[in-house]
């Protein structure tokens, strides 16, 4: 499939199968319209230069790749976080307002800003599983590029909510 390469210098992450799903490197050149080379940070191939089909590949905001040797492969909120995040009462908080009122003062108080990488790493490898899916083939394969990725794109985030969805229905 005709997936965009991330921008050269960009932080990946590998969402393919096998061993380096999790991987996370930066995306150095483009070596053809599909493929491109990737330096890896993290995973069994940490150091090394590899070749990557561009499907398997998605873009990691900067400053959520992982910890790698104590250190932060690419991180350029660091000098913006010099002050910390208020700490939350937060006994206090959940028997006065339960979990949902917990969780919607840590997020406006910004504790869960650093997940939405992996929000988006998530669908993304949701989406590429639904792409690869030889039913999902077959019916996108009938349709222009465009509307098979919505289709796609509707049928990950579906999923993504029925798996997370409210238990009463």
């Known amino acids: 499939m005709n997936v965009p390469l991330p921008p050269e210098g ?11 799903f999790g991987s996370q490197g930066l995306f150095l050149a483009s070596a053809s319209a599909y493929a491109g080379h ?3 940070a993290t995973g069994p191939r940490a150091g090394q230069i590899e070749l990557v089909e561009g499907e398997d590949l998605v873009t ?3 400053g959520q790749m ?4 104590g250190r932060r ?3 350029d909120l660091e000098d913006s976080l010099e002050v910390g995040l208020p700490v ?3 006994r206090h908080i959940q028997d006065a307002e339960g979990t949902v009122g917990l969780l919607s003062r840590m997020a406006s108080q910004g504790h869960l800003s650093g997940f939405a990488g992996v929000a988006e790493e ?10 690869q899916d030889p039913g999902i083939r ?5 349709l222009d590029e465009d509307e098979a990725e919505a289709l796609v794109q509707l049928a990950a985030h579906s999923l993504i909510q029925q798996a997370f969805g409210d238990d009463d229905g």
């Open 10 to 20: 960009s932080d990946v992450s590998y969402i393919g199968a096998g061993e380096l």
């Open 38 to 40: 990737v330096k890896w």
């Open 60 to 62: 990691v905001h900067r």
């Open 66 to 69: 992982a910890m790698h040797g």
């Open 73 to 75: 492969f690419r991180d």
């Open 88 to 90: 939350l009462a937060a």
């Open 122 to 131: 998530a669908l993304a490898h949701v989406a590429h599983r639904v792409r």
């Open 138 to 142: 077959e019916i996108t394969a009938q």
